[in-house]
Nanobody
Framework: QVQLVESGGGLVQAGGSLRLSCAAS????????MGWYRQAPGEQRELVAA???????NYADSVKGRFTISRDNAKNTVHLQMNSLKPEDAAVYYC???????????????WGQGTQVTVSS
């Protein structure tokens, strides 16, 4: 069984910073892409940032230059450093990972439970 556990959400003033972390654990054989999506009330879930096992990154245009994604392959963790936060960044942030587990020999997408980010203006 594979689990993704997020931490680091909270309330911050506009212009402030938060760092989200996500740890994958369980019967993991390999992890390809790890990343973050977010979903605001009444909106569709959208990609924020993603990173491959080789370190290639992809960002939503709305967060480029403000957010930085990183990962530690040895620890199966991914982080999202969010700077210069804006009220429109407020959402539930979900960690995800494309994982091949030891019990299911094909790549599947796994999701965390979500962590709330609130930005006050």
């Amino acid at each position: 069984q594979v689990q993704l556990v997020e931490s680091g959400g909270g309330l911050v003033q506009a212009g402030g910073s938060l760092r989200l972390s996500c740890a994958a654990s369980g019967s993991i054989f390999s992890i390809n892409v790890m990343g973050w999506y977010r979903q605001a009330p009444g909106e569709q879930r959208e990609l924020v940032a993603a990173i491959t096992s080789g370190g290639s990154t992809n960002y939503a245009d709305s967060v480029k230059g403000r957010f930085t994604i990183s990962r530690d392959n040895a620890k199966n963790t991914v982080h999202l450093q969010m700077n210069s936060l804006k009220p429109e960044d407020a959402a539930v942030y979900y960690c995800y990972a494309d994982i091949i587990s030891l019990t299911i020999p094909r790549r599947l997408a796994y999701w965390g439970q979500g962590t709330q980010v609130t930005v006050s203006s």
